[in-house]
């Protein structure tokens, strides 16, 4: 018999509510929401093929652990007792930094898995945690940690209200938005153009989304400083200074670091050319609601975090940083207690070898293969992967491969078998996403509007623990050296939501502050899971009840209402966001002041550069081998393209093949001769390997790091190629 449920997607950022038919435990067809109040029934290929994941024979369903070289699935009990003997043995004798963990991307998307694991992370008390952010997003977030004190706050643009738009390195139309839940981008960028907005975009590449912008800039990869730079010395020239309504310090010591950040300089280093670079100054001074914005072609490169840090100082100079139609801080109904802090969570360690910084509690993925293969007290001798796959997605993959296989002791909790996890002595199968919950914990705060909505599980899933069960089993693993028992697990949830409420009851600005930590254990339903974690945030929130209020927002209610709960554009609310301990602004953290003098001295390059580009079918390394997203050959995807004025130098041709070859190795691709790429430029899609496609990563150096952050610097890398007989 068929039936009908709702489920958010948990593939990326644009967060679509689906509307799922289903035959007994079979998907039988997905479609967008419609009534969905935040994605109004956006979806794309991706999202309907979640029911080929669901039903995928490949996608890991029992624990696996290697015997004699080889994978074999085993029972929960023998997983777990030998990661407990494993890891407790490696724990015991070399310390909890000999154990490393690396948390991917789709964590992100999974409540229960990120929450679990952050409380594994803290069992363990490894100061080697590495994440997809530092193959990612980490140089945004210490930009607004170093500017606000804040690394979870970033701004977005208000699109539905603001009327100019600068945006650099980004490609809505096929990544849906980034670090911004855009649904539907297309549909409001015309929405923006009906409304007379502008949208200028600056990449080496004619982008999908750049071809609908007003006016492309092409730049040469890792320039976007010098563009910034010149854009603010040509504000201040206009008049523009930091509006008063901003309390701030050090701007002198920023305006003078950026005094030699010439217009005609940044033209020769960027490629665009004064006057035009004049004009976008003077469309952003002059629009009533303007709003800069950049992502992975700004936080991936050379100057990641000091480019991140100059978007938030143009918005601040417009007046757009925490105004209507600029740059905004969304909200959402989950909240955590307040995080005041004497100083920024930022190079209060340092990675052993390299003496990389560690950034939000975070070492950089730059040095994970060295710390695996540097004798000596603190080396890395177990890994735990959480839904990641970093030989494929970091840098220098080839030698991390390597490092990996060394190690002593390798977990991966993954749903499937592949390049990483294939190197594991135990796989630990998540659950098919329709088997467990979905809220936006992390990125909720990142809508184009605020918005409250969960899903509940789809199906019920009784052969295997859930992964937020699994997480906490993992943590209890490290934290009393046994695997515990149901009723020990029980207990050990309860203590731990015990205390996360007394997080909340011991925040005096709060709205729980010195409340009894019994009475709220007993009043969060439901009775176990991530859910209680959830209610509790939902309910200390903003729009929550506060465990009292009439008419307050519970996880209940959230349940009650499939399609969300509209909950209006974002509100200015800086104050709330500016938690360093003076609650001032810095515009000029020595971090930046160090790379923005570190910028000087780049000259212009004529090397080739490599960069990357996504594809609506795929995303990252996974989901490839499903039939929907494989449609077509892969060449069709992971294919080099090459400007013509660079193919005739080459004396290439579309279909040629080329041998890229970099500093660290070399891959062999396709060619596809095409006009959308600058010349000097050439952009190649990242995840594939095998024989669905050449690993760019292969190409990254490990050391070619942004200086603040240490994260890679994976576009913009300098290469040469040759034609190959294929
Ligand atoms: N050259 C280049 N490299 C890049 C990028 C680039 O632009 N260029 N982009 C970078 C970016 S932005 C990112 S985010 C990273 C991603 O880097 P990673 O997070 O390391 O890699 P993914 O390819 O996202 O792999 C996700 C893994 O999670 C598993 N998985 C999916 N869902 C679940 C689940 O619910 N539970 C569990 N347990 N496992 C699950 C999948 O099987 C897969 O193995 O790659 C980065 N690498
Ligand atoms: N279809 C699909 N969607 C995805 C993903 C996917 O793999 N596939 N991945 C998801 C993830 S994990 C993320 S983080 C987001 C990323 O979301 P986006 O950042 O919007 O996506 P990208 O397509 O990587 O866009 C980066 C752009 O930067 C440009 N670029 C490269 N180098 C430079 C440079 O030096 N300067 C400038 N100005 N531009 C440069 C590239 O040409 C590219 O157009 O997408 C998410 N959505
Ligand atoms: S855009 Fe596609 S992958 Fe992203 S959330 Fe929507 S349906 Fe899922
Ligand atoms: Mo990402």
Redesign the pocket.
Known sequence: MLSTGKRIC?ICEAGCGLNITTDGRTVVEIRGNKDDVFSTGHVCPKGISLAELDADPDRLTRPLILKNGKHVATSWEEAFELICTRLNQIKESTGPNSIAV??????A??VG?SMGLGIFCASLGSSNIF???S???LPKQLACELMFGDGMAVPVPDIERCDFMLMLGANPIVSNG?LWMVPKFREKLRAFHERGGKLVTIDPRLSETAKLADQHHFIRPGTDAWLLGAIINELRMQGLDIPDRYRVKNQQTLFQHLQSITTERAANLTGIQDHQIRSIATQLSTAKHSVVYGR?GTT?QVHGTLTSFLVEIINIMTGSLDSAGGAMFPEQPFALPSRKKETPDYNRYQSRVSGYPEVLGQMPTACLAEEIETAGEGKIRALV??????V????DSNRLANALSSLDFMI?????H?E??RLADVI????S?FE?SHYDHFLGAMGYRNSARYSPPLFENTSRPD?WSMSLTLAFIVDQGTVPSAADLDEYENNIVASYIANYTQDPDGPLFNRDVQEILGSIGPERGVERLLDLGIRAGRWGDHFGKADGFNLQRLIETPDGIDLGPPRPRLNEIVISKDQLIDLAPAAIIEDLDRLDTSGVSDELLLI???NIQT????LHNLPLLSKGSNKSICYLELNPLDAEKHKVESDDWVEIRSATGAIRVPVKVSKLISQGVVS????FSGHRGAN??IL?AAARVDGPSAT?A??GIPVTISRIKK
Request: charged share 10%; with cysteine.
């Open positions: 948990p690396y948390i991917g991307n789709p964590t998307h999974n898995l994440s997809a952010g193959v990612d997003q980034s992975v991936l992967t959480f839904a990641g796959n970093p494929i997605s970091n840098q991966c909790v993954d749903i499937y592949n990483t996890t630990l199968p998540g659950t996403p467990d992964e990357g580009r996504r995303n990252n390394s996974w190649l899609p990242h995840g760019y990563n990254a890679a994976l576009n």
